[in-house]
């Protein structure tokens, strides 16, 4: 079946330092991928999204691009915030699957001031 | 206000006793789900509806029972819960362009 596989953590780093969490996924077609991301005490939020290869999704200073040769989404970062910590997701859905997402475990961040 | 809204946020209650989770939303979307969220295992799928008389199951649904009361409301049941249903219960919405939203959660101790 379809699955995600990301980075475990935690990952700890610097205020302003470079982030990268990795995620690769499993699918049996051309899924569309999602980044989420859950402060502490919240619920789960989208963060980014790309719905085919080649594309890029972008929000908050976040990134990752669709790459379909090597089945990858990592989110990056280029200076990141104290207010960055939190626990990011991965997940896709397939087209056809009626629209069920499939979760990576999360990866926690913190940043430190 | 919260597009989609969880009732309890905190509840603990003992083995054996039925417990219903609560979730409304007023985004107006017709497909609503229930997620379970356990540490290092992400987010697993309990049941989804994609409308009033439309229910299904997940991938994680024994031991759990819904009711799709309205299109706003979605209600997620343990008949007689036990300790390895205690985690965190998000409830999400969608319409047909991918996107879920997620409610706060409700973070369930069973003793």
């Known amino acids: 079946g379809d699955s995600v596989t990301q980075m475990e953590g935690p990952v700890t780093l610097s205020e302003e330092a470079f982030l990268t969490i990795n995620c690769t996924y499993t699918a049996t077609g051309y899924p569309s991928l999602f980044w989420y991301v859950q402060y502490p005490g919240e619920g789960l939020q989208l963060l980014l999204k790309a719905t085919k290869a080649d594309d890029k999704g972008s929000n908050k200073g976040f990134e990752a691009t669709y790459r379909k040769e090597t089945t990858s989404f990592h989110l990056e970062k280029g200076s990141v915030q104290v207010s960055d910590s939190a626990v990011y997701f991965c997940a896709l859905i397939m087209e056809g699957s009626n629209y069920k997402l499939t979760f990576g475990k999360g990866t926690l961040l913190t940043v430190n001031p | 206000d919260a597009d989609v809204t969880q009732t309890p946020r905190n509840r603990i209650t003992k083995t054996g006793k039925r417990i219903m989770l609560e979730c409304s939303q007023t985004k107006g979307h017709d497909r609503m789900y229930w997620y379970r969220q356990d540490p290092g295992l992400g987010l697993r799928l309990i049941y989804y509806?994609?409308?009033?008389?439309?229910?299904n199951k997940g991938e994680i649904s024994d031991g759990y029972s819904v009711s799709r009361q309205a299109q706003a409301k979605f209600s997620l049941s343990l008949e007689s819960a036990i300790p390895n249903q205690t985690a965190l219960y998000f409830c999400?919405?969608?319409?047909?362009?991918?996107?879920?939203?997620f409610g706060p959660g409700t973070r369930l101790t069973v003793l």
């Open positions: 999400a919405t969608s319409d047909r362009i991918n996107e879920q939203f």
């Open positions: 509806s994609f409308d009033v008389k439309d229910i």
